[in-house]
């Protein structure tokens, strides 16, 4: 069963509000076939170059590894000690050389597809021909926040000459009757105040949100998604840009073979002390993160939920998800569903890019640890279910890569946590065993202890290199570039200090809680997958020591055994138990508007959004000062529903599999 592609085609033209300038079209759909064909090139052999650099550099890490521990031979724990340990390195090997490229590409101002000084761009002469579609799924948010981001978006648009060839759907999924209430009353309100370009905004409530976010877009494709070429689509809590919402469109209409362009979501609106400093973190890393990230992924880059554009036609003909047999964590539906349908586009023939940009694209992180860890309970679960899809027909290795990567930076959590368990056992057996230095009845010569010291600071300073030397290339890459946007060299300094701090103290806490989370997964205990906490609170103590205290008792039990029986081992944990002692005051104080605020005067954690504020930022903050939580109050008066365009209702299939898909074939510019 498939989806009537010509049927959406012809729904396409009757609704096009502008004539198309062929000339000018085929000119720029030439010009990006012709970037396509650069893009392309080599990016089997650029996944080679990444195994060169990852697979010798994962040996010699357990090369060093092997060398401290055969002197004496092998254990049992040693051997299991040295398996998790391999498995690790080649994790952070990764991630080092993903950083190490990245670095290099932006020193030198190369972008990461082409390869060449400047970065594709669309043609900016040729206007926009096709209509688009914004989209904005919610459930169960606060109604002011949802309502202001989507007018900011909306504004940005409709100020433009293109604005026409957008329109704006809130798909709500809001179960609670007080919040969906506020929310039509709320979208009312908005349609007054929008004018005669209320006709391009829309607002539907499901009353039963069948498959959660998946159920929701798939029945607006199914609804309306013929009337439209891409939809951009946003989270809660986005905001983007006029400029960058325009620039995805004519990106999508210039590259016939392209399905999805993602954007690099930039944190904004922080005031806790947590929340600016993971705001902080990613402004400053992720440009060049991404860039190493676009080198090696190329034309198979992830989709990350939201703050991207997806041509419909192709999503809708390949990415509808079936329900997955078995049982949890493996089986029943698709629960991160965004990096499963850029896999199927994919396999499918299509294109799929990340933007290394980070203009125009903003969402909201958790302001405290605590909401943070709760947002990741829910992506371990979903990431770790990926495992399970590994073995998909048809696809591509770099989104096999993303499966794999996207569960193990959880489960590597749990890697480390049995490393240091299975470390301190074995460091504990010896420090409570009488060596035996006379294995044999005729041995004339002791066999004597031997501890490689040497061998052990070079894997301890290779480790520190892996973990931090992305992290100051990171630094030095914005002392270079991009001082100013984090208001001078001296603030860039201050922050990255601080930054580097905290990460080093936050470190154990989020090991533990990954490792217990992954556990729970594997054992078969579900999440609910309820709305995340977007504005900032403060972390009651009662809550916060709720949610430390076993890993607090644990890492103190832990540190007195060690300090008890070997010493030096207690010292090289100091750093890892530290962390965990102190959780619930890091928890506490971190969640903090008034440390956040204070360290924003001292010039700590500034981004480029503070010191130089865009449009629809400002747009964002002068409405949420403004809009009274009166304003989307229930009245007696009753609010109708509003209208919506007529429902096409063209099917989306659900895929399967465990079969290769038809695959398309790309479109050649002499064919156009």
């Not at 705001?279 to 440009?287: G, I, K, M, R, T």
Request: with cysteine.
């Amino acid at each position: 069963m498939s989806i009537n592609l010509n049927k959406i085609d012809n729904h396409k033209q009757d609704t096009r509000s502008s004539v198309r300038d062929k000339k000018q079209l085929d000119s720029g759909l030439q010009s990006a076939q012709s970037q396509r064909n650069q893009i392309v090139k080599g990016a089997s052999m650029r996944l080679f170059i990444m195994a060169m650099l990852v697979i010798p550099s994962t040996a010699l890490a357990g090369w060093s590894l092997y060398e401290i521990f055969l002197p004496n031979g092998l254990t049992n724990l040693e051997i299991a000690q040295l398996g998790l340990g391999l498995t690790l390195f080649a994790w952070l090997c990764m991630a080092f050389w993903t950083g190490i490229i990245g670095f290099v590409l932006q020193l030198f101002n190369i972008d990461p597809l082409s390869l060449k000084k400047k970065p594709s761009q669309p043609d900016f002469s040729v206007s926009l021909n096709q209509r688009h579609a914004v989209v904005m799924p919610v459930y169960n948010e606060d109604t002011k926040r949802i309502m202001v981001g989507f007018e900011a978006c909306i504004r940005e648009l409709m100020e433009r000459e293109s604005g026409n060839n957008f329109d704006f759907f809130m798909l709500s999924d809001t179960r609670d009757a007080e919040k969906a209430d506020a929310e039509l009353r709320a979208f009312a309100r908005l349609q007054r105040r929008l004018g005669d370009y209320a006709q391009h905004v829309f607002y539907r409530r499901r009353e039963n949100n069948t498959h959660r976010k998946v159920g929701n877009l798939k029945e607006f494709c199914e609804r309306w998604g013929g009337n439209y070429e891409a939809m951009i689509v946003l989270d809660a809590d986005s905001v983007m840009t006029g400029e960058r919402m325009e620039d995805l469109a004519r990106r999508i209409e210039q590259a016939p073979n392209t399905a999805l362009i993602q954007t690099i979501p930039m944190p904004v609106r922080q005031n806790t002390f947590f929340g600016r400093f993971v705001q902080f973190a990613a402004h400053l890393y992720s440009p060049m993160l991404a860039t190493g990230l676009s080198f090696w992924q190329t034309d198979s880059a992830n989709y990350w939920g939201h703050n991207a554009i997806i041509r419909i036609a192709p999503f809708m003909q390949h990415c509808g998800l079936p329900t997955l047999k078995g049982r949890a964590p493996f089986g029943g539906e698709v629960l991160s569903h965004d990096f499963v349908e850029a896999a199927l586009l994919a396999r499918a023939g299509w294109e799929a890019y990340l933007l290394t940009d980070t203009t125009g694209s903003y969402e909201e992180v958790p302001s405290n640890i605590v909401d943070y860890a709760i947002r990741d309970r829910r992506w371990v679960q979903g990431n770790i279910q990926h495992l399970g899809l590994l073995n998909v027909k048809g696809l591509k290795m770099a989104n096999r890569l993303h499966f794999l990567f996207g569960a193990f930076a959880y489960i590597s959590s749990l890697v480390l946590f049995c490393m240091l368990a299975l470390g301190t056992v074995d460091a504990l057996i010896r420090a409570t065993t009488v060596p035996q230095f006379f294995m044999s009845e005729y041995q004339l010569f002791p066999s004597w202890q031997v501890a490689r010291q040497d061998m052990m600071m070079v894997t301890m300073w290779g480790t520190a290199a892996l973990l931090f030397l992305p992290k100051l290339l990171g630094i030095t890459l914005a002392l270079t570039k991009r001082r100013s946007e984090f208001g001078g060299a001296w603030s860039l300094v201050k922050g990255a200090t601080v930054e580097l701090i905290m990460a080093v103290l936050i470190a154990p806490l989020m090991m533990f809680y990954h490792s217990y989370f992954v556990i729970s997964v594997f054992f078969g205990f579900s999440v609910k997958w309820e709305a995340q906490e977007r504005e900032g609170r403060k972390v009651p103590w009662s809550v916060a020591i709720k949610h430390t205290q076993i890993m607090s008792s644990l890492a103190v039990a832990w540190g007195v055994t060690t300090f008890y029986f070997t010493p030096s081992l207690f010292m090289w944990l100091l750093p890892v138990l530290v962390g965990m002692v102190l959780a619930a005051p890091v928890i506490r104080l971190t969640s903090s508007d008034a440390l956040g605020i204070t360290m924003r005067k001292w010039g700590v954690f500034v981004i480029g959004e503070e010191v130089n504020e865009c449009r629809a930022l400002k747009r964002l903050k002068v409405a949420m000062k403004h809009f009274a939580i009166s304003h989307f109050a229930a009245s007696k008066h009753e609010v109708d529903a509003p209208a919506l365009p007529d429902s096409l209702w063209l099917t989306m299939p659900e895929q399967a599999l465990n079969q290769k898909p038809e695959v398309r074939k790309p479109v050649l510019a002499e064919q156009m």
